[in-house]
C-alpha cells in the first residue's frame, strides 16, 4: 500500500542533545516532500519543504532535513534540541502529477519532549 | 495576515445528530482542503476544491458527508446522520493558487474543529 512511514512515534530528549527522525514514503515518481510540525495547543505549521534542487533543506528553528531519493527517506534532523521544541512532528508527501495532484499523504506522526 | 479560520473549535453532539463546520481560508487562496484526523494518526484529505469546484472527493463518504465553496470562499463540511466513529479533529487549510501551478507553495491549516459523538 502505498504511505508514509514515521518509524518513532514517541521521542524523549534532553536539552541539547541531536535530533533525527525517520520518515520513508512508498510512492514512485515524482514527489514533494514537507515536515510539518504542531506544538501543544497550536495548529499545524511548515517546518521545511522539498521541491527540487539540493537535497538538503533547512527550516525554520534550525532544523533540515535530507532527501535521500534511492531510500525514498526525507529524515529530519537537528544538531541540538530546546525545551520549546517539545511538539509533534509529521512528514507528508504530494505526489507530482495525477488525479491527487495536491493531496497530502501524512505520516502518523512523532511526538517529540525535551526535558529541560 | 490572518490565518485559516474555523468554527467551532468544539462540537460535542449525540450520535444521528447532524453537524456542520465551517471554514474561512486566507484571502486570496484558490484551494481549500478538508482533512480528518483520528487520534493518534496523520491528517486525511477529504476533500479539495480549486476556487469553488471540488477536484478531489474520492475519500469523502457520500452516503453521509457532503462539502460545499459556495463563491470560491468559504466553506462548509457537514455530516448527516454523526456516527460514533465520526469523533475526530476535522481540519480545513488553504494553498495559493492550483495544485501543480507556479504559484503552488504549501498549505496552511487552521486549528481544527474537535468533533466528540456521544
Partial sequence: ?116 | EAGVVQSPRYKIIEKKQPVAFWCNPISGHNTLYWYLQNLGQGPELLIRYENEEAVDDSQLPKDRFSAERLKGVDSTLKIQPAELGDSAVYLCASSPGIAGGPSYNEQFFGPGTRLTVL
Fill in chain 1, 1 to 116: 500500500a502505498q504511505s508514509v512511514s514515521q518509524h518513532n512515534h514517541h521521542v524523549i530528549l534532553s536539552e541539547a542533545a541531536s535530533l533525527e527522525l525517520g520518515c520513508n514514503y512508498s510512492y514512485g515518481g515524482t514527489v514533494n516532500l514537507f515536515w510539518y510540525v504542531q506544538y501543544p495547543g497550536q495548529h499545524l505549521q511548515l517546518l521545511l519543504k522539498y521541491f527540487s534542487g539540493d537535497p538538503l533543506v533547512k527550516g525554520i528553528k534550525g532544523f533540515e532535513a535530507e532527501f535521500i531519493k534511492s531510500k525514498f527517506s526525507f529524515n529530519l534532523r537537528k544538531p541540538s534540541v530546546q525545551w520549546s521544541d517539545t511538539a509533534e512532528y509529521f512528514c507528508a508527501v504530494t505526489r507530482g502529477r495525477g488525479s491527487t495532484l495536491g493531496r497530502l499523504y501524512f505520516g502518523r506522526g512523532t511526538q517529540l519532549t525535551v526535558w529541560p
